[in-house]
C-alpha cells in the first residue's frame, strides 16, 4: 500500500523559505490519475489547502498562496516538494503531504511535520 | 477563496444520530459530486471517510454516510460510538480547478 513521508527542517527562520519533500513508497508518483498534495493546519486551526502537482507536473494552488508557493516532482527519487517563500509567523503550521485520487478524495495521508517559523 | 461552513461543534449521546453539515457555493459544493469527509483525532493525520459526496472506501463503517442538497453536504453518523469523537472536515473540488476544506467540526460523543 502507498505511504507518504515528510521531511524537512522544524525551525525556519522568517524571511527564509520552507522547504519540505514528500517520499512515496509502495507506488509511483509518475503512474497517472493522482495529484500529489500538500496541506497545512495551523495550531488548534482548521485545513488548510496549499496545492497539488499532476504526475505531467501541472500545478494548482491556493489563490491565497501562489505567490510564494512551489510544488515541483522528483520522479528520479519518487518523491514531491514543497518551497513557501518569504515565511512569517502566521506560516508556522503542521504540514502535511498527501495523494488526491480525484475528486477532493485525500488517501493516503503523511504523518504531519511541524513547521516553526521563529528568529 | 472562501473555506466551506461547517458548524464549530455538534454533540450527540451514544447510539444517538448526528449530521454535520458543510455548506458552499455553486463554485464547489452545489457545482460538484466532488464532496469529501475526514476525521481527525487529536495528534493524527485527517482519515479519508467519505468521497463523491456519498461514497464510502474501503474499511470506513457503514455508519457513516454523506448526501448533498444544492450548495450543502452532509455527513451522518449512526450509532454514535465514543471513538467516533473527533474532529471531522470536508473538502470540496472548485470551478477554479483548486481545493477548499470547511472549518472544522469538534464532535463530542457525550
Known amino acids: 500500500q502507498v505511504q507518504l513521508q515528510e521531511s524537512g527542517p522544524g525551525l525556519v527562520k522568517p524571511s527564509q523559505t520552507l522547504s519540505l519533500t514528500c517520499t512515496v513508497s509502495g507506488g509511483s508518483i509518475s503512474s497517472g490519475g493522482y495529484y500529489w498534495s500538500w496541506i497545512r493546519q495551523h495550531p488548534g486551526k482548521g485545513l488548510e489547502w496549499i496545492g497539488y502537482i499532476y504526475y505531467t507536473g501541472s500545478t494548482y494552488y491556493n489563490p491565497s498562496l501562489k505567490s510564494r508557493v512551489t510544488i515541483s516532482l522528483d520522479t528520479s527519487k519518487n518523491q514531491f516538494s514543497l518551497k513557501l517563500s518569504s515565511v512569517t509567523a502566521a506560516d508556522t503550521a503542521v504540514y502535511y503531504c498527501?495523494?488526491?485520487?480525484?475528486?477532493?478524495?485525500?488517501?493516503?495521508w503523511g504523518q504531519g511535520t511541524l513547521v516553526t517559523v521563529s528568529s | 477563496q472562501s473555506a466551506l461552513t461547517q458548524p464549530a461543534s455538534v454533540s450527540g449521546s451514544p447510539g444517538q444520530s448526528i449530521t454535520i453539515s458543510c455548506t458552499g457555493t455553486s463554485s464547489d459544493v452545489g457545482g460538484y459530486n466532488y464532496v469529501s469527509w475526514y476525521q481527525q483525532h487529536p495528534g493524527k493525520a485527517p482519515k479519508l471517510m467519505i468521497y463523491d459526496v456519498s461514497n464510502r472506501p474501503s474499511g470506513v463503517s457503514n455508519r457513516f454516510s454523506g448526501s448533498k442538497s444544492g450548495n450543502t453536504a452532509s455527513l451522518t453518523i449512526s450509532g454514535l460510538q465514543g471513538e467516533d469523537e473527533a474532529d471531522y472536515y470536508c473538502?470540496?473540488?472548485?470551478?477554479?480547478?483548486?481545493?477548499?476544506f470547511g472549518g472544522g467540526t469538534k464532535l463530542t460523543v457525550l
Open positions: 473538502s470540496s473540488h472548485t470551478s477554479s480547478s483548486t481545493q477548499v
Open positions: 498527501a495523494r488526491e485520487g480525484g475528486g477532493s478524495s485525500y488517501d493516503p
